[in-house]
């Protein structure tokens, strides 16, 4: 569509030039005419605000028939003889059909034209427009602005062209968010000489950009933002070989074109590599934006050279190193974003001293009276972005003087120390939360007139803060004091009401709180409000649904001890967390608004009713860890297609699994564990495309494993231990299609599995294989809140290192397979070797025999290792202590014999992890090997003859390690005596003794013990 919205342009044009010549009187007409042919709403590209940077409104609102168009709010014209040279509707809320004949372009004398970030999306344009080759006509527009007009449509190769090769005057080319993704970049290679400004900022643009776009002499601004599949060449700026500090005043014109760039934009355009030096170069800059990229190395000292700078961009890339102390030259500076990188070490506490030449250079005015040593830090500063990096020390003294500042973010950093009183005045955000800042919270915060977000949570922040200190401050619309060691009170007094009439967002998790503060009567806007993490006992007040009561969305009391909840007073509520109360009773059903319902870890029993499922928007809902029973309603199988997360995990339920998941079923966590389900579990779960966790163990589901669900794309975690499951998990068909193939954590165990170990999944594992690149950017898996307040993560049972926990987050690099306690049998196949990122592996309790696979020596992401309770024979390879991370290790109760490896990781491990293999010996076993050896130079047979005696020496070195003076001793009496029989005997009694008790405790047992039971 957005092709021919150009070509109608030309067309009309051409028309204007070839029939028509206009005056001032029939152009406010046409403007008339073009106006009527619009609706106007304020939803017309309702992000203007945000993107365009300047306000959104109806202009054409101004136009009246009748009178002047010249004054008309968007119009520009020509005083002499009052011709319309400039028409500027852009953010105007014009929305509608762009119409065949519209009478817009029946102004001859048009020079600047910008329609941006309207919505034009309706336009139909015959598909049978060409373009004509009159089109150069259009030789007087000098500016043309159609930035997002057609932003879901994408533009013509043949227009694009056409409009490039045409005009040849034109200075100022924006075409933002026009989508260019059948258009090859090089088209641009023809621009006009006379070109001052070219903005293709997230046009989907393709293929190498033309190097010759630097060549261009009068280029001031070039934005390329937000085209990810764009090929840049590595940016080079050096056109010179003089340094900059040996450059006089004629440095610009010694640099070449290039350096008259005073806009450049290349941010989200999968830049890698280090920032190069010659950058520092274009001393004209006034902005850069190299935001989102894969940059890395530290920023280049030659920044300090931007002394025209205003806007520095470079967050969310690899940065790393110091925040250089050169960048307090740039005295232009307003807005300085570094967030997001690896930056190290201490903000600057004040900028370098300068000489008299470098000030007047700096400031570039007619200097009066005295220069001074030190110029004032950041004099211009308004935002400050040095959010999740890793610095550390004190916040430096400038941050409290600085006189412009609006927005301080230092999230996510080390900063310590105590926060000092602020002197600006101008502060309106200030976000210091998850660094280790301590003492008592500023008084000169609380007269911060015009502060609207204060964040401080995740801090060592103490002191006692009483709700009315907050006052004065009017205008606060967010305020988080979570996860302190902060003590919050109120008054009670009427006046509280009147107090914070803007808040919309409280967070005073883990602030000391015994009660519902009495201050919340007055917060009538409120939106969020977590309260979470406190000492609040009994019911949730009736008063509370004054509290937001049309505005409240979010809602967070868990972890408090609450234990009764008669009703939900807000009609608007999406987010509700009641989890980790003493709530009992039965299960209310929130209102139909509700996205999270999270009520874990309470006392509700009874049976789940069939009217939740009237809740249609529900994405999470979470019962966990409740005495709920009865049959899980049928109905969840039709909530699928908004459900995102369904956790029944341990309560009652009986029964089967609801057998009926609906097409488009958009689960990614399904989680049963801990109920009394008998299964099976229904195919219809393959409508579920997108399901990451399933959960099935500790049920009595009696089935043969289900093959399908390895077609399932996402599955990530497999949990099905702990049930009756049985049979054999070899894969009869012949297809080739991979199973499982983004599996992370595989757990079978405690089943009746038998039959060899499944070697084709497990080639198939992919993302353990690292051959299937994981894509999540977060921690752990888990989705997000509506309201962007948190992140809620998925949760597991599993074991580890041979203990049973419960993981109440699960880490996206974890990789783990449990197949123990079942019946598996035959050799542990060598492909286990290939699952690289492998951090667990439990084959313990089997029937396995053979020896243990060299190639496991391979993984050397390895963490614990489980082989115990089996059949296996031979040696335990020596590859195996060069398992970097192995922290647990277990063989017991097997077959093994031979020396156990020693040194580096093996020299952790307890004689447990060896006991029942009688053929075992050296360090930590005390049974010797049968290694002859030499003896140490001095020890001797009394007749000056070298010992025969099969003791280790280098076992009794190892075995005693930090005791090495008794080690050497008895080792030395040994040697001079022989070895004693009352000794051989000891060693031997222990070890039959020791292994006779195993196998009776085994043979009680049974050989589905668990381990972590013994």
């Not at 953010?91 to 065949?100: D, T, V």
């Not at 450059?247 to 806009?263: A, D, F, M, V």
Request: charged fraction near 15%; include cysteine.
């Amino acid at each position: 569509m957005a092709p021919y919205l150009f070509l109608c342009l030309f067309l009309f044009f051409l028309h204007l030039y070839a029939s028509f010549s206009s005056s001032g009187s029939h152009s406010c007409s046409s403007l008339i005419q073009f106006k009527d042919s619009f609706s106007i709403t304020e939803d017309a590209f309702s992000d203007c605000n945000e993107i365009a940077g300047h306000k959104s409104y109806p202009k054409t609102n101004s136009w009246k028939e009748g009178t002047d168009c010249c004054s008309w709010d968007g119009v520009t014209c020509d005083h002499l003889n009052a011709h319309v040279i400039a028409l500027d509707l852009s953010c105007s809320w014009l929305y509608g059909n762009f119409p065949s004949n519209t009478t817009l372009f029946l102004l001859p004398h048009l020079q600047k034209l910008n329609l941006a970030y309207n919505d034009f999306s309706l336009s139909k344009i015959p598909s049978e427009f060409e373009v004509p080759s009159q089109v150069s006509h259009l030789s007087k527009l000098v500016s043309l602005d159609l930035s997002g007009w057609a932003h879901e449509n994408t533009i013509d190769k043949h227009a694009l062209e056409g409009l490039v090769h045409n005009l040849t005057m034109v200075r100022h080319l924006f075409l933002d968010g026009m989508g260019m993704s059948s258009v090859n970049a090089h088209v641009f290679m023809n621009l006009s000489s006379s070109l001052r400004s070219l903005s293709l900022a997230g046009c989907d643009l393709q293929g190498k950009f033309p190097k010759n776009i630097f060549d261009l002499p009068n280029l001031n601004l070039l934005n390329l933002g937000d085209n990810q599949n764009i090929n840049l060449d590595p940016l080079e700026f050096n056109r010179s070989n003089l340094s900059v500090n040996q450059l006089s005043g004629q440095i610009l014109r010694s640099l070449g074109n290039l350096l008259q760039l005073t806009h450049l934009d290349f941010w989200q355009n999968q830049l890698s590599g280090q920032i190069p030096r010659s950058l520092g170069n274009i001393l004209q800059l006034t902005y850069l934006n190299l935001r989102q990229n894969q940059l890395n190395g530290q920023i280049p000292r030659s920044f300090g050279n931007f002394l025209q700078l205003t806007h520095l961009d470079l967050s969310q890339n690899q940065l790393s190193g110091q925040i250089l102390r050169s960048l307090g030259n740039l005295l232009q500076l307003t807005h300085l974003d570094l967030g997001w990188n690896k930056l190290s070490g201490q903000i600057p506490l004040s900028i370098l001293n300068l000489t008299q030449l470098e000030y007047m250079k700096i400031s570039n005015n007619s200097l009066q009276g005295s220069i001074p040593n030190k110029v004032t830090a950041f004099p211009n500063l308004i935002y400050l972005y040095l959010d999740d990096n890793l610095l550390n020390g004190t916040l430096p003294s400038w941050l409290y003087t600085a006189p412009s500042l609006k927005t301080v973010y230092l999230s996510q950093n080390q900063f310590s120390g105590h926060i000092k009183e602020f002197q600006s005045k101008s502060l309106e955000l200030i976000a210091l939360e998850n660094n280790k800042l301590q003492g008592p919270l500023p008084s000169s915060i609380f007269q911060l007139l015009n502060l609207a977000h204060l964040l401080l949570s995740s801090n060592n922040l103490s002191g006692v803060i009483e709700f009315r200190m907050f006052s004065n401050l009017s205008n606060l619309k967010y305020l988080d004091l979570s996860y302190n060691s902060l003590s919050l009170t109120s008054n009670t007094t009427s006046t509280v009401n009147h107090i914070l009439p803007n808040l919309t967002d409280l967070l005073l998790s883990s602030c000391n709180l015994s009660e519902f503060p009495q201050f919340l009567k007055g917060l009538k806007s409120l939106e969020s409000l977590d309260l979470s993490c406190n000492k609040i006992e009994g019911n949730i007040p009736q008063w509370t649904q004054e509290v937001g009561n049309d505005s409240l969305t979010y809602l967070n009391v868990s972890h408090n001890s609450l234990t009764e909840v008669e009703h939900f007073p807000w009609k608007n509520i999406e987010v509700l967390d009641l989890s980790s109360n003493l709530i009992s009773g039965n299960l209310p059903i929130p209102f139909s608004t509700i996205n999270f319902f999270l009520i874990s870890n309470n006392s509700f029993n009874g049976e789940v009713s069939s009217l939740i499922c009237n809740v249609s928007s529900l994405r999470i809902l979470d019962l966990s860890h409740n005495n709920l029973s009865g049959t899980i309603p049928q109905c969840f199988g039709n909530l699928s297609n908004s459900l995102r997360f369904l956790n029944l995990k341990k309560n009652k339920f009986y029964r089967t699994i609801p057998p009926k998941f609906a097409k488009g079923c958009r689960l990614s966590n399904f989680n049963l564990n801990g109920n009394l389900l008998e299964g099976p579990l229904t195919p219809s779960i393959l409508n579920c495309r997108g399901l990451e966790v399933l959960d099935l163990g500790n049920n009595k589901i009696n089935d043969t494993f289900p093959h399908w669900l390895g077609s399932l794309p996402q599955l990530q975690v497999l949990v099905l231990k702990s049930n009756h499951m049985h049979g054999s998990l070899r894969v009869n068909s012949s297809k080739s299609s991979p199973f499982f193939s983004k599996i992370q954590i595989f757990d079978l165990s405690s089943n009746y599995f038998s039959g060899p170990l499944p070697v084709r999944y497990i080639n198939s594992f992919k993302a353990i294989i690292n051959l299937e690149k994981i894509g999540s950017t977060v921690s752990y898996m888990g989705v997000n809140d509506p309201g962007g307040h948190g992140f809620y993560t998925f949760s597991i049972g599993i074991v580890m290192k041979g203990q049973e926990r419960e993981l109440v987050k699960i880490f996206t690099m974890w990789m783990i397979i449990d197949l123990s306690n079942n019946q598996f049998e035959g050799c542990i196949p060598e492909v286990f070797g290939k699952l690289n990122l492998l951090k667990g592996l439990n084959l313990s309790h089997n029937n396995l025999n053979g020896g243990i696979p060299t190639s496991i020596g391979n993984v050397t992401s390895l963490e614990w290792l489980d082989l115990s309770s089996n059949i296996l024979s031979g040696t335990i390879p020596n590859r195996l202590a060069d398992l970097p991370f192995l922290s647990s290790f277990n063989v017991s109760e097997n077959q093994l014999h031979g020396q156990i490896p020693q040194g580096k990781q093996f020299n952790t491990f307890g004689n447990d992890s060896y006991e029942g293999n009688k053929g075992l010996c050296g360090f930590p076993v005390s049974k010797g090997c049968n290694i002859i050896e030499p003896a140490p130079p001095n020890v001797l047979e009394k007749d000056g003859s070298k010992s025969n005696i099969a003791f280790g020496w280098k076992v009794v070195l190892i075995g005693y390690g930090c005791g090495m003076v008794f080690g050497m001793s008895v080792g030395y009496v040994v040697f001079q005596t022989g070895k004693p029989k009352w000794l051989v005997n000891l060693v031997e009694n222990q070890q039959e003794k020791k292994s006779n008790q195993i196998k009776a405790k085994r043979s009680l047992k049974g050989p589905r013990m668990k381990f972590y039971q013994k």
